[in-house]
Nanobody, 123 residues
Framework: QVQLVESGGGLVQAGGSLRLSCAAS????????MGWFRQAPGKEREFVAC????????YYADSVKGRFTISRDNAKNTVYLQMNSLKPEDAAVYYC????????????????WGQGTQVTVSS
């Protein structure tokens, strides 16, 4: 069993930055891949980024590549999403997810999910 709790969302002007955090608890040793997804009103959930256990393997959606950075602190059982140069299109509820194996952009690959944290970007 793994539980995930996101934090760090808020309101920011376009061009600004936010750092999201996701704290994992429970059987954190079973987690291999952690990822971030987001869902805007009226839109489907979309993949943002993911990172493997070692932190060496990262994968980003094209829409955020170069602006967002995912990182992981296994000692703290926490994954981060540094979001820079935010655009109004980035506004969404951001969800943290965890998989027990190598996972990528498909939400079905992730067994555990957080409750989400809201990011609002003003134009």
């Amino acid at each position: 069993q793994v539980q995930l709790v996101e934090s760090g969302g808020g309101l920011v002007q376009a061009g600004g930055s936010l750092r999201l955090s996701c704290a994992a608890s429970g059987r954190t040793g079973s987690i291999y891949t952690m990822g971030w997804f987001r869902q805007a009103p009226g839109k489907e959930r979309e993949f943002v980024a993911c990172i493997t256990r070692s932190g060496e393997g990262t994968y980003y959606a094209d829409s955020v590549k170069g602006r967002f950075t995912i990182s992981r602190d296994n000692a703290k059982n926490t994954v981060y999403l540094q979001m820079n140069s935010l655009k109004p299109e980035d506004a969404a509820v951001y969800y943290c997810a965890a998989s027990t194996y190598v996972a990528g952009s498909y939400d079905a690959q992730y067994r555990y999910w957080g409750q989400g944290t809201q990011v609002t970007v003003s134009s």
